[in-house]
């Protein structure tokens, strides 16, 4: 008899990544068997990972809910990230973003990456146009859309 309703409570804590991998399959069986879990984690990849629906609490209290892809749409802004050809182009790159985005680049700890926040995919491409006219090379380029973690310490200022 399989039961229709089950609690974990932090359920991979202290489990190695491929532990903890085999027990997200044991979960996600059980929830396509059929049960409802009430899975509690502090593991916010965890909940993105197997939650159809979840709540962020604070202080004792529900601050958010809903599914993974909604509470991240909370974050409207898209992480734009931008790797240099040349790490001397940082500081002329960083004012370019500023003067073309209003925004301000926040600079990887290594130095040649440039990592922009916006909401607007447009403004991104008018951006990278502006870095190619005034020749500041792009080497890499990527866009990552806004994480639970990011949600959550937004949230809980």
């Given at each position: 008899?399989?039961?229709?309703?089950?609690?974990?409570?932090?359920?991979?804590?202290?489990?190695?990544?491929?532990?903890?991998?085999?027990?997200?399959?044991?979960?996600?069986?059980?929830?396509?068997?059929?049960?409802?879990?009430?899975?509690?984690?502090?593991?916010?990849?965890?909940?993105?990972?197997?939650?159809?629906?979840?709540?962020?609490?604070?202080?004792?209290?529900?601050?958010?809910?809903?599914?993974?892809?909604?509470?991240?749409?909370?974050l409207?802004?898209?992480?734009?990230?931008?790797?240099?050809?040349?790490?001397k182009e940082?500081?002329?790159?960083?004012?370019?973003?500023?003067?073309?985005?209003?925004?301000?680049?926040?600079?990887?700890?290594?130095?040649?990456?440039?990592?922009?926040?916006?909401?607007?995919?447009?403004?991104?491409?008018?951006?990278?146009?502006?870095?190619?006219?005034?020749?500041?090379?792009?080497?890499?380029?990527?866009?990552?859309?806004?994480?639970?973690?990011?949600?959550?310490?937004?949230?809980?200022?």
């Open positions: 008899m399989k039961p229709p309703l089950i609690f974990l409570d932090e359920p991979t804590t202290g489990l190695d990544p491929r532990t903890r991998g085999e027990m997200w399959d044991v979960i996600r069986s059980l929830a396509n068997d059929g049960a409802t879990i009430l899975l509690t984690t502090q593991y916010l990849e965890e909940a993105d990972q197997l939650a159809d629906r979840l709540a962020i609490i604070n202080h004792g209290r529900i601050i958010s809910q809903g599914t993974p892809d909604e509470l991240k749409t909370l409207s802004e898209t992480q734009f990230e931008i790797t240099l050809e040349d790490m940082i500081e002329r790159a960083k004012q370019l973003v500023q003067d073309e985005t209003a925004q301000e680049a926040m600079v990887s700890p290594e130095g040649a990456k440039l990592t922009v926040k916006l909401a607007d995919t447009k403004a991104m491409m008018k951006l990278l146009s502006s870095l190619t006219q005034h020749e500041i090379g792009v080497k890499e380029f990527s866009v990552r859309k806004p994480t639970l973690d990011e949600v959550f310490l937004e949230l809980t200022k």
